[in-house]
């Protein structure tokens, strides 16, 4: 539970420091610079000159957004494999044999046993070999596609089944800056299929569009928010620089009793 919330709370820590700052609230340097401090016991090194230089460009122009309900990888796999069946008007029963390309990191940590069965919410999240039979089987891959019945569905498993890892080199060169991803189907008809994808939707390369980030609202919110007030959330982030403060935003955020 906590690594769900760990980046909002690391967001909000920020943002409370920031308005402390701002107000003239201090430190000891120590915690930075001091044989204990972040520095030496974490960093091992630090960019003081960096630390204080003045902000070129905004970190959060840099957001990644998942699409899909997956790991990083899992976003550009799920996009090639969606894009392979979308564009040759595939079935998912089609599908003789389906490869999945990572470079050397992903590949490794994708080529666990333990991902071909996952056993629980969390290690299916993080089987890009379930995520992509998940989707293709349902056509969508969102939280409703690791309930505890999808873990045992045989049509799921059986696309599972179909598929392997392997780790290509020519990807490489695009790690860590990206997670790129090679999809090969080969298909019953006979023709072998074959996308890669470098930036899936939503990487801070190939940016969402607006549309697509609040239908993606929508289905996170549907069984916490009601209808109306899921399209007010939305109308009033659209002209969040307009609004004197949050309030109007976070008072309509409140679930339903």
């Known amino acids: 539970m906590n690594k769900s919330i760990l980046d909002g709370m690391t967001a909000a820590n920020a ?16 915690v930075i610079e001091g044989s204990g401090g972040f520095a030496q016991a974490v960093a091992g090194s630090c960019d003081y000159d960096g630390l204080v230089a003045p902000i070129a460009r905004y970190k959060i122009l840099e957001t990644y957004t998942k699409l899909y309900n997956t790991v990083k990888c899992g976003q550009t796999a799920v996009a090639a494999a969606f894009k392979l069946v979308r564009e040759n008007n595939l079935h998912w029963r089609e599908i003789v044999s389906l490869r999945i390309g990572f470079a050397r990191r992903d590949a490794n940590t994708q080529s666990r046993e333990s991902y071909a069965r996952p056993q629980s919410r969390d290690t299916a999240n993080h089987s890009v070999r379930f995520c992509i039979a998940a989707a293709l089987v349902d056509g969508q891959l969102t939280a409703d596609q690791f309930e505890a019945e999808k873990l045992v569905s045989p049509d799921i498993l059986s696309l599972v089944d179909k598929s392997a890892v392997y780790w290509d080199e020519t990807l490489d060169v695009h790690w860590p800056a990206a997670n790129p991803t090679t999809i090969t189907m080969r298909t019953s008809a006979g023709p072998e299929l074959s996308e890669t994808m470098v930036f899936p939707p939503g990487h801070p390369n190939n940016v969402l569009p607006d549309d697509m980030l609040e239908q993606k609202f929508r289905q996170l919110t549907e069984k916490i928010l009601g209808a109306e007030q899921i399209e007010k959330v939305i109308e ?18 409140r679930p339903r009793s």
């Not at 308005?19 to 340097?29: D, K, Y």
């Not at 659209?238 to 309030?247: F, G, I, K, S, T």
């Open 236 to 253: 009033i982030t659209r002209r969040l620089d307009a609004l004197p403060d949050v309030r109007a935003l976070t008072d309509v955020l």
């Open 15 to 30: 943002i409370v420091a920031t308005l402390l700052a701002e107000q003239g609230i201090s430190g000891p340097h120590a």
